[in-house]
């Protein structure tokens, strides 16, 4: 059986280990870049760090106790993700400058071929995508931005060797997560930073010390310590992040009332207050954001942007402020999924076009009419840590072809009416999460209004579903079949 897997990120990574741990060595992992680490390879901007605390942030199977800090930076997560490749053997599995353009089903063969932008196919038996929801970029629709004459770069693709901003003046467009990271280191160096804000978000503080060493040995010498403070930060995470405990949202609410109230001007802390209900859009954390906004030489606009000229930002009321860094935080398309490439299956269907109202598919994991087609990261699957969620549709996308491998099977394919069945319950419950039935953000919604992107219930929940029996939710043929080896 041969598989191809999209991405060297943290799911991609996962899936190879837990292949190779079942024994399919048959492998490829295709990896656009030149590094391994997805989100956190291509990531650099600075300030970039994890939000959620480092110790729930590794695989179970290579639990990492002696993060240096309670929310691990950038470099530290890329390193740890090199040291999984490294330490189970995955290095000559990675193609890296490998980008898939497309994906294509070929029904005569019953494999998937993919071509990539280097020209080159490969052929597989079983397609298993890592792309996740952070791959394409969110280039804002701004008038002018061509034309600037000065250094333009995004935040999701900062440049390796790093930017120098020390004594120039930089332009901040957005205001969510990666500025709220990104902004305090900037102004460090710059001589005038302007933020340019759109949306308020709800900001709260973190708990973000650096371990001691003396902590951190005593983590080493000690696990069960670590593994009872990882255990505490799960339960906090599967209790807040349903959005069903009152309580606990009301003080999250009051602690992020209290972070802002740092912000010393009376016209800039109301510009930062926001104006939708906490939890409607994703939940930032940081200590410094807020206070930067204290410093004479940072400014914070909420007149919105009119157009980039050569030297700057102009905005509505008319006024322009000059700039020689241009900073876009604008994040990513998050609701897109593997459509970021094209991806056809059976009689030629195309997974843009099934997803024309928005991305679904069954446990996040698999669309009907696209066989032996596995996701990690996929639709309504963003909850908690991504890792733990990325171990349980590992292990569920193993144990398929376990099956495959057992009973002689071409290929499998979700039935439609399973699809249909369990979506329709997932919308329902989303609809019955009050704090997500006002549209604070796009990052959960595709253009449609459906929430594509959130799993509403806790990372336990998921694992639980996706160790359930399910064969009778899939169509089987055998190689030589032209009837299902099963008609459940």
Same mark, same amino acid.
Request: contains cysteine; aromatic residues 10%.
């Given at each position: 059986?041969?598989?191809?897997?999209?991405?060297?990120?943290?799911?991609?990574?996962?899936?190879?280990?837990?292949?190779?741990?079942?024994?399919?060595?048959?492998?490829?992992?295709?990896?656009?870049?030149?590094?391994?680490?997805?989100?956190?390879?291509?990531?650099?901007?600075?300030?970039?760090?994890?939000?959620?605390?480092?110790?729930?942030?590794?695989?179970?199977?290579?639990?990492?106790?002696?993060?240096?800090?309670?929310?691990?930076?950038?470099?530290?997560?890329?390193?740890?993700?090199?040291?999984?490749?490294?330490?189970?053997?995955?290095?000559?599995?990675?193609?890296?400058?490998?980008?898939?353009?497309?994906?294509?089903?070929?029904?005569?063969?019953?494999?998937?071929?993919?071509?990539?932008?280097?020209?080159?196919?490969?052929?597989?038996?079983?397609?298993?995508?890592?792309?996740?929801?952070?791959?394409?970029?969110?280039?804002?629709?701004?008038?002018?931005?061509?034309?600037?004459?000065?250094?333009?770069?995004?935040?999701?693709?900062?440049?390796?060797?790093?930017?120098?901003?020390?004594?120039?003046?930089?332009?901040?467009?957005?205001?969510?997560?990666?500025?709220?990271?990104?902004?305090?280191?900037?102004?460090?160096? #710059?001589?005038?930073?302007?933020?340019?804000?759109?949306?308020?978000?709800?900001?709260?503080?973190?708990?973000?010390?650096?371990?001691?060493?003396?902590?951190?040995?005593?983590?080493?010498?000690?696990?069960?310590?670590?593994?009872?403070?990882?255990?505490?930060?799960?339960?906090?995470?599967? #209790?807040?992040?349903?959005?069903?405990?009152?309580?606990?949202?009301?003080?999250?609410?009051?602690?992020?009332?209290?972070?802002?109230?740092?912000?010393?001007?009376?016209?800039?802390?109301?510009?930062?207050?926001?104006?939708?209900?906490?939890?409607?859009?994703?939940?930032?954390?940081?200590?410094?954001?807020?206070?930067?906004?204290?410093?004479?030489?940072?400014?914070?606009?909420?007149?919105?942007?009119?157009?980039?000229?050569?030297?700057?930002?102009?905005?509505?009321?008319?006024?322009?402020?000059?700039?020689?860094?241009?900073?876009?935080?604008?994040?990513?398309?998050?609701?897109?999924?593997?459509?970021?490439?094209?991806?056809?299956?059976?009689?030629?269907?195309?997974?843009?076009?099934?997803?024309?109202?928005?991305?679904?598919?069954?446990?996040?994991? #698999?669309?009907?009419?696209?066989?032996?087609?596995?996701?990690?990261?996929?639709?309504?699957?963003?909850?908690?840590?991504?890792?733990?969620?990325?171990?349980?549709?590992?292990?569920?996308?193993?144990?398929?072809?376990?099956?495959?491998?057992?009973?002689?099977?071409?290929?499998?394919?979700?039935?439609?009416?399973?699809?249909?069945?369990?979506?329709?319950?997932?919308?329902?419950?989303?609809?019955?999460?009050?704090?997500?039935?006002?549209?604070?953000?796009?990052?959960?919604?595709?253009?449609?209004?459906?929430?594509?992107?959130?799993?509403?219930?806790?990372?336990?929940?998921?694992?639980?579903?996706?160790?359930?029996?399910?064969?009778?939710?899939?169509?089987?043929?055998?190689? #030589?079949?032209?009837?299902?080896?099963?008609?459940?």
């Amino acid at each position: 059986m041969r598989i191809a897997i999209a991405g060297a990120g943290p799911g991609g990574i996962c899936a190879g280990i837990k292949l190779k741990e079942a024994g399919f060595e048959d492998f490829v992992i295709l990896e656009r870049s030149s590094k391994v680490g997805g989100t956190w390879a291509n990531g650099r901007y600075p300030g970039l760090c994890c939000d959620t605390p480092s110790l729930l942030y590794s695989f179970t199977f290579e639990q990492k106790l002696d993060w240096t800090r309670t929310c691990a930076r950038q470099p530290e997560i890329r390193e740890y993700m090199q040291h999984c490749v490294d330490k189970y053997g995955l290095g000559p599995h990675v193609r890296f400058g490998a980008e898939i353009r497309e994906a294509r089903w070929d029904e005569g063969e019953s494999r998937w071929q993919l071509s990539l932008a280097d020209g080159s196919t490969v052929a597989a038996d079983v397609f298993i995508s890592g792309l996740g929801m952070f791959n394409e970029l969110n280039w804002p629709d701004i008038d002018g931005l061509d034309g600037f004459a000065g250094r333009v770069v995004h935040t999701g693709d900062w440049p390796e060797e790093g930017l120098e901003v020390r004594g120039k003046r930089v332009a901040v467009i957005g205001c969510a997560a990666s500025a709220t990271q990104a902004v305090p280191q900037l102004a460090k160096d #710059a001589s005038s930073l302007v933020v340019y804000l759109r949306t308020a978000n709800w900001v709260v503080p973190k708990e973000d010390d650096a371990y001691t060493e003396e902590q951190l040995e005593e983590f080493r010498s000690n696990p069960a310590i670590g593994m009872a403070k990882r255990n505490e930060y799960l339960d906090w995470v599967e #209790a807040v992040l349903t959005f069903d405990k009152p309580v606990m949202l009301k003080e999250l609410e009051e602690s992020a009332h209290e972070n802002r109230s740092v912000v010393e001007d009376p016209v800039t802390r109301e510009k930062l207050r926001p104006r939708v209900p906490f939890g409607s859009q994703r939940i930032l954390f940081s200590n410094d954001f807020y206070p930067t906004f204290n410093l004479p030489h940072v400014e914070l606009v909420d007149d919105p942007i009119e157009a980039v000229t050569a030297a700057g930002v102009r905005t509505a009321e008319g006024r322009e402020r000059e700039a020689d860094v241009l900073v876009l935080a604008t994040g990513y398309d998050t609701t897109k999924f593997l459509s970021v490439i094209e991806v056809v299956g059976r009689g030629g269907a195309r997974i843009e076009d099934v997803w024309q109202d928005g991305a679904h598919a069954y446990l996040g994991l #698999a669309v009907s009419g696209f066989p032996n087609l596995f996701m990690l990261y996929g639709p309504n699957t963003n909850q908690g840590s991504i890792l733990l969620m990325h171990e349980y549709g590992c292990d569920y996308i193993v144990r398929k072809l376990e099956r495959m491998r057992a009973n002689g099977l071409a290929w499998i394919d979700v039935r439609q009416e399973v699809v249909d069945e369990y979506n329709d319950a997932l919308q329902r419950h989303l609809g019955t999460v009050e704090v997500l039935q006002t549209i604070g953000t796009k990052y959960y919604r595709a253009a449609s209004g459906r929430i594509v992107t959130q799993w509403p219930y806790t990372m336990a929940e998921y694992r639980e579903r996706t160790t359930r029996p399910d064969e009778d939710a899939y169509e089987e043929h055998r190689a #030589a079949d032209l009837e299902p080896a099963s008609a459940v």
